[in-house]
């Protein structure tokens, strides 16, 4: 199968700390009473199961570990990887605590047992995902793809791939897109994202790949669980190709059918495989939903120069940062800014400059959207920042698409994305404070 490439985490220095405001649910008309307690996992983390029994609508499995081995009657083909996997999926859960009183029967069940303790765990996934976890009951926002819904292949070996590091990954269908580990972005650009992958086409912006997203993606080409089968793909709705330093491959995918299985046929072995649904889910993404969604992200340690300009009101940032060495050969950087030519505290700067760094694309441009572009009341927003010794200039020019609460976005001369006004219009707020 294919490893899963270590990724490299880039430490930063005094790197300003997103903080996304999300909007309030929406109210629900169900009984469900959550309380105040934060997320948490359903099942303690030090279980170290040598028991595992599952109950679904379709299997009833039981799984006993001997002699470090992982043996069970129900199953062709036990796999140790395979269910080290699972396992983690069971810990991975997390949900807060509720309650609820549940008149219809679970849809899976599932008891864990070591030496000390016995989990057992009843999983409820209909109009909302709920997890008793012995006898306290969880809401869970998302179950694992092993269990959503549960197929005993996830117990067995996955489909094997090749034995290699994957570079770069080409997902074929009614687009291009392209993963790997290339970008034009300048180093400072680079350095907030962590995953250390990046979306090409079919656009000209360069995104990052969100971290957890990319390792679960990874991840899925050594959990291609799937079984053999006769029949041929009738019309192919994606073809991914998995290319790796030494080694590539590529893989068809059909159209799903009505048992929740999807035929995916393996190019090298020309072979087909029925795979559950929910592995390909993961397969059709939309390119928004998977980047590191942001206008432009400069590190507010590395920038020179910010100028906000909208036709009213014109804001000036500055900053200087100096770096020295003790006699301990210990760095440390210290910061003077300046906001429209007075000194400001670095704390109120930080604070202040959040309101830049979450400015984030909405949806592509439409031909509808630059027929109503206004040029007479847009804001301009010019970065100086210096990069490997290079002072480095972005300019983004917003302009409102009249009738509408968007503003067509302009990066360094590349128009494909819109924004909504509110955040601009909190960043507008924001600075004007800063004068008060």
């Known amino acids: ?56 609508d379709e299997d009833t499995i039981e799984l006993l570990r001997e002699n470090a ?20 999926d069971l ?17 899976l069940s599932i008891t864990i047992a070591d030496e000390q303790e016995t ?8 109009e909302e995902i709920v997890v008793q976890a012995n006898d306290v009951m969880f809401q869970v926002e998302q179950l694992p793809e092993s269990i959503s819904p549960f197929n005993k292949l996830f117990l067995e070996p996955a489909v ?25 972005m300048t180093m400072v650009e680079t350095l907030p994202f962590i995953s250390g992958w990046y979306l090409h086409g079919p656009y000209d912006t360069d995104f990052s790949v969100e971290f957890n997203w990319m390792g679960q993606m990874l991840d899925s080409f050594s959990r291609l669980h799937g079984k053999e089968a006769e029949q041929n793909i009738e019309s192919v709705t994606k073809t991914i190709e998995v290319r790796g330093s030494e080694s590539n491959e590529t893989l068809e995918i059909g159209e799903p059918d009505n048992e929740g299985y999807t035929l995916v046929k393996v190019m090298s072995q020309n072979q087909h495989y029925l795979v559950p649904s929910q592995i390909i889910d993961a397969y059709q993404f939309e390119f928004l939903d998977i980047a590191d969604n942001f206008v432009a992200l400069i590190p507010l340690d590395a920038v020179e120069r910010v100028e906000l300009d909208n036709g009213t009101d014109r804001f000036i940032l500055e900053a200087d940062h100096e770096v020295s060495l003790n006699e301990e050969g210990e760095v440390s950087t210290n ?18 400059y959040q309101y830049l760094a979450r400015l984030s694309y ?57 924004m909504t006004n509110d955040r601009v219009y909190d960043l507008i707020e924001a600075f004007s404070d800063l004068n008060n």
């Open 335 to 352: 910061h003077a800014f300046y906001f429209n030519n007075e000194p400001i505290e670095e704390n109120v700067m930080r604070r202040a």
């Open 1 to 56: 199968m294919f490893k899963r490439i270590n990724l490299k985490i880039i430490l930063l220095f005094s790197l300003v700390v997103l903080t996304a405001c999300q909007d309030s649910s929406e109210e629900s008309d169900t009984e469900t009473v959550t309380s105040e307690e934060s997320v948490q996992f359903v099942m303690p983390q030090s279980i170290m199961p040598s028991e595992i029994s599952i109950v679904s």
């Open 69 to 88: 081995r992982w043996y069970s009657e129900e199953l062709d083909h036990t796999d140790e990887t395979a269910i080290a996997y699972f396992i983690e």
């Open 91 to 107: 810990r991975g859960i997390k949900g807060k605590r509720i309650e609820k009183k549940i008149e219809t029967s679970e849809n």
């Open 362 to 418: 909405y949806d592509e441009v439409s031909p509808e959207d630059k027929e109503k572009r206004s040029e007479s009341e847009s804001t301009t927003i010019k970065y100086h920042y210096l990069n490997e010794g290079e002072t480095v200039e972005k300019i983004i020019n917003l302009y409102p698409i009249e009738g509408t609460d968007k503003y067509i976005v302009e990066n360094d001369g590349v128009i494909e994305f819109t």
């Open 160 to 184: 094997e791939l090749g034995q290699d590091t994957i570079s770069e990954l080409v997902f074929r269908g009614e687009e291009e897109v392209t993963l790997n580990q290339t970008t034009n």
């Open 119 to 126: 989990i057992d765990l009843l999983v409820w996934n209909e």
